[in-house]
């Protein structure tokens, strides 16, 4: 087998792996509610496997410099979530996930003009989610209409995710950890909820999906800071874990203590 058959394959496998993690987690939001379905969507479960690749591909430098890149990002994504939630009540698909898309490319557009520092980007996060959560919270409660799945529902998640995986795997050699970062953190999980949710049950109900996915997200944003710390100190593999093991704790904290709200 040549070289490059070999590498097309393992681009096809990373991509066909990315493509199994949306699958189980679009599995348990659609079965779970708007509130678990958000803490569900706000794991890593695009940006997870494309980090997870990139450490194969390159050392843990690398990994923590696309870090300090991704989480600005992550401000970037509550904005995009805050344009869709309001413009959802009331306008199109088009309209509301257009403009919400388009807030994030212009964002993202800006930060990579910077060379962040951790400092730096967790107070961007700070002061983005101290503005947007508020904002989100007279969304969050609308009572969720019955979904019924199609069949292209959960193909259109895998797909998409498997191609910013090929993305970023593919052009991470010549983009850089500081390009790389900001394409791994595209948020997949939350544009395919408006395309697939906002036709189906409308605006308002998709909307409160995203809007309780705010909490969630902040703790997402934490735990990019934990990989770039974890990776420049103790390496990728360390740093991922550990990253990973944030989200899933602050995510478990945010469910237990709505379940104890409603004792």
Same mark, same amino acid.
């Given at each position: ?16 792996? !990315? ?50 890149? @991704?989480?600005?990002? =992550?401000? !970037? ?59 989100? !919270? ?53 544009? @395919? ?35 770039? +710390?974890?990776?420049? =100190? ?14 899933? +704790? ?14």
């Amino acid at each position: 087998m040549s070289l490059d058959l070999q590498l097309i394959l393992l681009l096809f496998l990373r991509m066909a792996i !990315a493509a199994a993690f949306v699958v189980s987690a679009s599995a348990i939001t659609e079965r779970s509610g708007p509130v678990i379905g958000a803490l569900v969507a706000t794991l890593p479960v695009s940006a997870g496997p494309s980090y997870v690749f990139l450490a194969l591909d390159h050392d843990a430098a690398f990994i923590a410099q696309g870090a300090l890149s @991704s989480l600005p990002v =992550n401000a !970037a994504t509550i904005f995009m979530g805050l344009t869709y939630v309001v413009l959802a009540q009331r306008r199109s698909l088009l309209v509301s996930c257009g403009s919400a898309v388009a807030v994030w490319i212009v964002l993202a557009s800006i930060i990579k003009q910077f060379d962040w520092s951790l400092t730096a980007g967790l107070a961007v996060n700070l002061i983005a989610f101290g503005i947007c959560i508020p904002l989100l !919270a007279g969304y969050r409660h609308v009572k969720m209409p019955l979904v019924t799945r199609r069949w292209y529902d959960i193909p259109m998640r895998a797909a998409l995710v498997a191609t910013l995986v090929a993305i970023v795997v593919s052009t991470s050699g010549w983009v850089g950890p500081r390009i790389s970062g900001i394409i791994a953190l595209y948020p997949v999980v939350f544009s @395919s909820m408006m395309v697939i949710l906002h036709p189906r049950i409308g605006g308002p109900p998709t909307a409160a999906v995203l809007a309780n996915s705010a909490w969630g997200l902040l703790g997402f944003g934490m735990a990019i800071a934990v990989l770039h +710390v974890g990776a420049a =100190n103790f390496g990728s593999a360390i740093g991922l874990s550990l990253a990973l093991t944030t989200c899933i +704790v602050w995510n478990l904290t945010l469910w237990w203590n709505g379940r104890r709200k409603k004792r």
